[in-house]
């Protein structure tokens, strides 16, 4: 007999994953959670599930997280044999379901190397990223016919949310990796400007001026233009430069 998901609506889903997003410090932590709530969920039965998560980049594969070192270990072997359901799932955007890994005739070198494992069905739920990436759950019980058809269509509300939330926190890390950007280019950028303010006084130029005579001099001495900056700020205040910044 199937056993099937816990109906749960998309709004309860999309709440929860929203949640994983918030309380996760980056992408990769929000996917390591994102996989760990999707086996949870999906093992509502007597056949446990677990789940990984597979994301293809310029035709690279990556398994980018994993509810458990089970979930890891069986995608691998798919990326070593070079194809299989989930990756179908993920290239394809396709749902792609194995009710029975003795039965299907598909991938079965990668169903054999699997056997050990003891999964008895499969699911490939696609990740809609739009033109970020491509990618898909992978979803492996341990039972035949443990993902029955109503999983199947609850996995596939589940993934649309799943994507929704992946794309909220990548835009979120983007954001983060744009404002270190920022205060890293910035607090390179203060010795200089002070130097050159320093040489505006000293020399009564005007800022365009007092730069090329940082440049020139940086350029006689072989050194870089922000080290020869930081000398001279010392020199003058005593103590390195700061930037500061207010967040």
């Known amino acids: 007999m199937s056993q099937t998901l816990a109906p749960a609506s998309d709004s309860s889903v999309a709440a929860a ?3 994983l997003v ?29 789940c990984g998560a597979t994301l293809l980049r310029d035709k690279k594969m990556a398994t980018v997280a994993s ?6 270990e069986l995608d691998e072997l798919q990326y070593d044999h070079g194809d299989g359901p989930c990756l179908s799932a993920a290239r394809t955007g396709t749902l792609v379901s194995v009710p029975d890994v003795r039965l299907e005739r ?11 494992h003891g999964i008895g ?25 443990a993902l029955g058809e109503q ?5 596939q509300g589940y993934a649309r949310q799943a994507a929704a939330s992946l794309l909220l926190a990548v835009r979120i890390g983007q954001l983060a990796d744009s404002r270190d950007h920022l205060k890293t280019a910035l607090a390179s950028r203060t010795p200089i400007d002070l130097a050159t303010g320093i040489l505006m006084a000293q020399n009564r130029c005007g800022q365009k001026e007092a730069f090329e005579m940082l440049r020139a001099a940086s350029s006689h001495r072989n050194t870089k233009i922000r080290d020869l900056a930081e000398h001279i700020v010392r020199s003058v205040g005593g103590e390195p430069s700061e930037a500061y910044f207010k967040d």
């Open 67 to 72: 509810s458990d070192r089970h979930a890891l």
């Open 151 to 155: 999983t199947l269509a609850d996995a």
């Open 106 to 116: 598909r991938w079965r070198p990668y169903l054999d190397a699997i056997a050990p």
């Open 17 to 19: 994953l929203q949640d």
């Open 22 to 50: 918030l309380a996760s410090a980056d992408v990769d932590g929000f996917l390591h959670q994102l996989a760990a709530h999707a086996a949870e969920t999906l093992s509502t039965g007597p056949a446990t599930v677990h």
């Open 121 to 145: 069905s499969i699911l490939g739920v696609p990740l809609d990223l739009g033109d970020h990436a491509s990618g898909a759950l992978n979803f492996y019980a341990t039972a035949p016919h």
